[in-house]
């Protein structure tokens, strides 16, 4: 059984309180705190399947939120003409997500459906802990603006940075893979939660909003905490050492939250970030077969330690100076040079991607892969000029192709005070 | 889980309208009462006998051995105003009931027999209760009416445009049989939910032949459909003896069809679920392309079963209108939506396009008003009878 969560003032729960034994506590920039019970730490460093994280808050949870295990991302395309409809539904998606990311199901709160209708929750998560659901959502490029037609009279608020992505070196993107009106990350420690969540909120959606992709990842491949022990992805190689976490709060503030002034147009997005998905294929059977010394060649790590190859251990900063016999010992093309703050300009990244495999292709080949996601402040800064460089650069590209792309604007956390707030109501009101 | 406790607790202290579920995360709360009910062999006790008007949920747990169920009448104590039926022993079932102030009359009946164990129940103005209105039973009656009335005349045309189609194809005149196919199938699409209710009858008349059984024979529609739109190899026509033995066959089947929805009789729910039970249709084997495979005539069908879904909503219309005109509105908005994404496929005044030229992207905005349509309609039947 689960209990509700505490009325949610400042974030600082009382179940957050009562379980400060294992809390793991969040620092989020603008002053927003929230705390999280870690009923049983599972040792893998997410956080139990005790644990809730408040819906509401400064900042949407599912940012900062220690990466839980488990991923069902889909994106939506808004079938509906009507500015009404569509705020309908952010609200109507803001309180099932509130009631789900309780642990709590569909339509809690209200009478029962009769007993000739369908229920309202689809019940496959009765029962079932909260599992440390967390709801994300995000605004696509063409919500603003589609074919030429301002569709819901938020044109002139189009962040200038919401655009679709550019085509980067060796992209073969799938259209049914890519872009979408709006996008909802859902993640949790069990994937039959993230799952009910994301079909739950597609059912409210119907005649409003039709689901156009949807990704499902397990074993995360980035930590964004310092309490969490970096994750390998399904090139055997521990992935996000040097993730920005949450425990930097003023990188943290420089490249994850969207701060008042950044864009003009677009001041409702202030206390917001950018969502960027990539799904990423990775050659599988081709990397297994090569030799030990390219592969930590290519990413420029020891695959045992994950330290970088100039020396120390998986913290050390890579000395991508130090040379060896024969250039370099981080080579040119390794992915640790590339993706480097000092190679971009000082950026940090803030990534929460999650391994991925949707079965076997018509070849026989694993269609398996790194579900990239990031969040950043500014994708034309943060994210674009980096991609670029690894796309043309990176030695890995030889064992990745890209397959799906997105870009959303994540609009800031609903009003964490009166808990009537809905996820986009600095946009559309 | 939650949800009940709290429940339970503030129908204790209930006295005005809203039972404070305030630590909900929910949109604004809407449950008025909630009176949980225990029935046992000899007893049944309520949590209150005062509720506020407005939705009451009764919550009855049967802890008897014998199945039981439980009623609120009207204050004569004859009127049904709810009831919920076969409750094992052990289990727990909501009766929702949209009640006006007033007395009412609460009943278990352990066993399922006799006058049950009855109490007075009072519902309290909470001044929510202005929406409140009954359906008539003579509403009911014109609606249930109407629909018997329109399945017989669908049976009855569907037996003369079968007899048009298969005259045609027992004199070879496969052209004419082709574009009579679809025209005689829409009669049968319109009512497929009650033609299936023949559970002898269906597989016998439209049967596809991914469906068929090992050692069964195919017969029906279908099996004349792959005759007319043969595939290009490893097919062997029919002989005219062979045509004439499937077409009496499928003629004689309709006839049976007719016969028996002659003295049919349909009750609201029978005529919601059917009405969603046809969109169904549509979503599963309709929108695939997988119900007339030879022929690609499935946008025929599709257009049939919403007319048939159609006619049964708006026959519910009126009563909808007095317990949830929103929904109502709804689903009519919704029925237009996916209509003109149809028309967009229409050819001439009665057909339309092959549907293998229908490409995915068209199928999968055909599939998005569908499911909008279908999610709205699946309240339609709880919504009358609450």
Redesign the interface.
Same mark, same amino acid.
């Given at each position: 059984m689960t209990e509700p969560s505490a009325p949610h003032t400042r974030g600082v729960s009382r179940r957050g309180l009562l379980g400060a034994a294992g809390a793991l506590s969040v620092g989020a920039g603008a002053g927003g705190f929230a705390l999280a019970r870690a009923a049983a730490d599972d040792g893998a460093g997410t956080a139990g399947k005790g644990t809730t994280y408040p819906f509401h808050g400064t900042h949407q949870a599912g940012i900062l939120t220690p990466a839980q295990d488990r991923l069902h991302f889909a994106a939506f395309d808004v079938t509906t003409d009507s500015r009404a409809a569509l705020v309908a539904l952010l609200q109507e998606w803001s309180a099932a997500a509130a009631s789900m990311t309780a642990g709590q199901p569909v339509g809690s709160g209200e009478p029962p459906a009769p007993y000739d209708g369908p229920p309202a929750d689809t019940g496959e998560a009765l029962g079932l802990p909260a599992s440390g659901l967390t709801l994300t959502f995000g605004f696509g490029p063409t919500l603003f603006e589609k074919d030429g037609r301002d569709r819901f009279g938020i044109r002139a608020r189009r962040p200038e940075p919401l655009r679709v992505l550019p085509h980067f070196p060796a992209d073969n993107l799938d259209p049914a893979r890519s872009n979408g009106d709006l996008c909802v990350q859902a993640c949790a420690d069990d994937p039959q939660v993230a799952v009910h969540a994301i079909r739950n909120l597609a059912r409210i959606g119907f005649g409003t909003a039709a689901m156009r992709w949807s990704q499902l990842g397990f074993g995360r491949t980035s930590s964004t905490s310092t309490a969490q022990t970096t994750p390998r992805n399904l090139f055997g190689f521990k992935d996000g050492t040097a993730n920005l976490t949450s425990q930097d709060a003023s990188d943290v503030d420089d490249f994850v939250w969207v701060d008042r002034g950044d864009d003009g147009a677009a001041d409702w997005l202030t206390g917001g970030s950018y969502l960027v998905a990539r799904r990423i294929r990775m050659h599988l059977e081709t990397w297994d077969r090569t030799s030990l010394r390219e592969q930590e060649a290519l990413v420029g790590r020891d695959r045992t330690e994950g330290a970088p190859l100039s020396g120390g251990t998986e913290f050390t900063e890579p000395d991508l100076d130090l040379e060896g016999n024969d250039g370099p010992l981080v080579p040119l093309d390794a992915h640790v040079r590339l993706a480097h703050p000092s190679v971009n300009g000082g950026t940090r990244m803030l990534r929460r991607g999650y391994s991925f495999t949707d079965g076997v292709d018509d070849l026989g080949r694993l269609d398996a892969g790194l579900f990239f996601l990031a969040f950043v402040r500014d994708p034309d800064r943060h994210y674009i000029p980096m991609q670029t460089r690894l796309s043309q650069q990176d030695g890995l590209m030889e064992y990745l192709q890209h397959t799906g792309s997105g870009l959303f604007a994540v609009p800031p956390g609903t009003d964490s005070v009166n808990r009537g707030g809905w996820v986009g109501e600095s946009l559309f009101s | 889980?939650?949800?009940q406790l709290v429940a339970a607790a503030c129908a204790v202290a209930l006295s005005s309208t809203a039972c404070g579920?305030t630590?909900?995360?929910?949109?604004s &709360?809407?449950?008025?009462g909630?009176v949980t009910v225990t029935s046992t062999d000899d007893a049944c006790e309520l949590s209150t006998d005062q509720v506020g008007s407005g939705?009451v949920?009764f919550e009855v747990t049967n802890a008897g051995n014998q199945v039981t169920e439980f009623y609120v009448y009207g204050d004569d104590g004859l009127r049904i105003v709810g009831e919920?039926e076969n409750v094992g022993p052990g289990l727990t079932?909501?009766? &929702?009931l949209r009640a006006a102030p007033g007395s009412y009359v609460a009943s278990c009946r352990p066993g399922m027999s006799g006058e049950g164990i009855r109490h007075g129940f009072t519902v309290t103005d909470s001044g929510d209760d202005a929406a409140i209105q009954g359906v008539t039973q003579a509403a009911i009656d014109t609606a249930t009416d109407q629909y018997a009335d329109y399945v017989r005349d669908q049976a009855s045309q569907l037996v003369d445009r079968t007899a048009e189609f298969l005259a045609a194809y027992r004199s070879g005149d496969d052209d004419e049989a082709r574009r009579l196919f679809p025209l005689a199938r829409v009669h049968w699409e319109r009512i497929e939910t009650v033609a299936e209710s023949f559970g002898d009858l269906d597989p016998l008349t439209d049967l596809r032949e991914a469906d068929l059984e090992p050692g069964h024979k195919w017969t029906g529609w279908h099996r004349l459909e792959k005759d007319l739109w043969p595939p290009a190899k490893g097919y062997t026509p029919l002989t005219d003896a062979e045509r004439a033995t499937y077409a009496d066959d499928l003629a004689g089947n309709i006839a049976i069809l007719d016969s028996r929805v002659e003295d049919l009789e349909f009750t609201v729910?029978q005529i919601?679920n059917g009405s969603k039970g046809l969109l169904d249709e549509v979503a599963t084997g309709k929108i695939t392309g997988e119900e007339d495979i030879w022929s690609h005539t499935d946008l025929y069908d599709f257009q049939a079963n919403v007319d048939g879904a159609r006619v049964a909503f708006e026959g519910l219309e009126p009563l909808l209108e007095v317990k949830d005109p929103e929904l109502a509105k709804?689903i009519a908005a919704?029925f237009t939506a996916l209509q003109s994404l149809l028309d967009e496929h229409r050819v001439g005044e009665d057909g339309f396009v092959s549907y293998d030229t229908v490409t995915t992207a068209q199928r999968?905005g055909l599939s998005?008003a569908v499911?909008?349509?279908?999610?709205?309609l699946?309240?339609m $039947?709880?919504?009358i $009878?609450?």
């Open positions: - | 889980m939650r949800l579920l630590e909900s995360n929910g949109p &709360v809407a449950t008025d909630t939705n949920v919920v079932r909501d009766l &929702v729910d919601g709804t919704r999968k998005d499911n909008a349509l279908s999610e709205p699946s309240r $039947t709880g919504a $009878t609450l």
